[in-house]
């Protein structure tokens, strides 16, 4: 099994519909974080968990909604959304704050279209 | 405010040559790390390095290697005889914490190897 895992790969919605994103960490890490990459754009961090509690929410619009029930799990939940809200959405582990390892290990992301 | 700065937005090379990627960052802090993640086609970040601030030796990993230079902010990486595989989007990232919180990326450089 790949470290972090993320489902579905692909996803297509329409602006009214809600539905979530999943990531799956295999590591034993204790931070998890979302990140937005749109084209041409340098990949935004969006949400950062650290032992299962919110520790950073970069100004993000309440129609992501971020859930951490445990350290393995993060869900992002996405409602109303728009547009320019169609990018890759990637999930990234590491230790937190510090640790011999320092690097975040990502999932090979969600490709979402808003239609 | 840290800010990393990749003014190669796409480089095209022939399979066999040798490319290098650059790298610029600004920082205040006097500890910070560096990294080099690469996004294949498939989506995931792969980590690649992580190197910290009071280190510069320059490191060769087969056949990839990074020149860490602090007087000029600049930590570039080399691909000695590319390879079709090697067509990705490389990212250079810098935190300086060193916590995987504060990343801070690139925009990142599309290297296509034609065969």
């Known amino acids: 099994e790949t470290g972090v895992t993320q489902t579905p790969r692909h996803l297509v919605m329409g602006m009214t519909n809600k539905k979530s994103l999943k990531c799956e960490q295999h590591?034993?890490?204790?931070?998890m974080y979302w990140y937005k990459q749109s084209a041409k754009k340098p990949l935004e961090l969006m949400f950062v968990?650290?032992?299962?509690?919110?520790?950073e929410n970069n100004s993000v619009p309440s129609r992501f909604s971020p859930e951490c029930p445990n350290s393995s799990h993060l869900f992002l939940h996405l409602h109303t959304l728009q547009p320019e809200d169609s990018a890759l959405y990637l999930c990234?582990?590491?230790?937190?704050?510090?640790?011999?390892?320092?690097?975040?290990?990502f999932g090979q992301g969600t490709r979402l279209t808003v239609v | 405010a840290q800010k990393v700065t990749q003014a190669q937005t796409e480089i095209s090379v022939v399979e066999k040559e040798d490319v290098t990627l650059d790298c610029v960052y600004e920082t205040r802090d006097t500890t910070y790390y560096l990294f080099w993640y690469k996004q294949p086609p498939s989506g995931e970040l792969v980590f690649l390095i992580r190197r910290n601030s009071f280190d510069e030796q320059n490191e060769i990993s087969g056949r990839y290697s990074w020149n860490f230079q602090k007087s000029t902010s600049s930590f570039n990486f080399t691909i000695t005889a590319s390879q079709v595989v090697d067509s990705a989007v490389y990212f250079c990232a810098l935190s300086d914490s060193g916590s995987a919180r504060q990343l801070t990326f690139g925009s990142g450089t599309q290297l296509t190897v034609l065969p």
């Open positions: 990234a582990s590491s230790q937190d704050p510090t640790g011999p390892t320092l690097e975040a290990f």
């Open positions: 590591l034993g890490h204790n931070a």
């Open positions: 968990y650290s032992l299962e509690e919110r520790v």
